[in-house]
C-alpha cells in the first residue's frame, strides 16, 4: 500500500513532502518533479536525467529516424537559427 501522509501549501506556494515520503522515495534536495494538476488532484512525477547507456540508446534511434526521413545536419542548423530569431 502506498505511504500516506498529509502537508500544507506555505504563503509562498510550496509545500513539504513528509520525511517518511522523501525517505521511502530516495528524495534529495534537488529533486525535479513535473508537476501535473486536474481540477482538484495535484500530481508530482519525480524526473531525472537519463543514464549514459539510455541516453546513448536515445541519440543512436534520433540517428537512425533522421537518416530515414532524410535529415541533414544544415536542415537541423536552419531550425535552431529560426527558432533563436523568434526569441
Do not use: C, H, W, Y
Not at 495535484?42 to 526521413?69: G, Y
Amino acid at each position: 500500500m502506498a505511504n500516506v501522509a498529509t502537508t500544507k501549501l506555505s504563503s509562498k506556494g510550496q509545500i513539504v513532502i513528509p520525511e517518511n515520503i522523501r525517505k521511502e522515495l530516495k528524495l534529495e534536495t534537488g529533486t525535479q518533479f513535473v508537476v501535473l494538476g486536474d481540477k482538484d488532484v495535484v500530481i508530482l512525477k519525480k524526473i531525472s536525467p537519463p543514464s549514459i547507456d539510455e541516453f546513448d540508446a536515445l541519440l543512436k534511434e534520433a540517428r537512425k529516424t533522421a537518416k530515414q526521413i532524410g535529415l541533414k545536419k544544415s536542415d537541423i542548423e536552419m531550425a535552431i537559427r529560426k527558432v533563436r530569431s523568434q526569441q
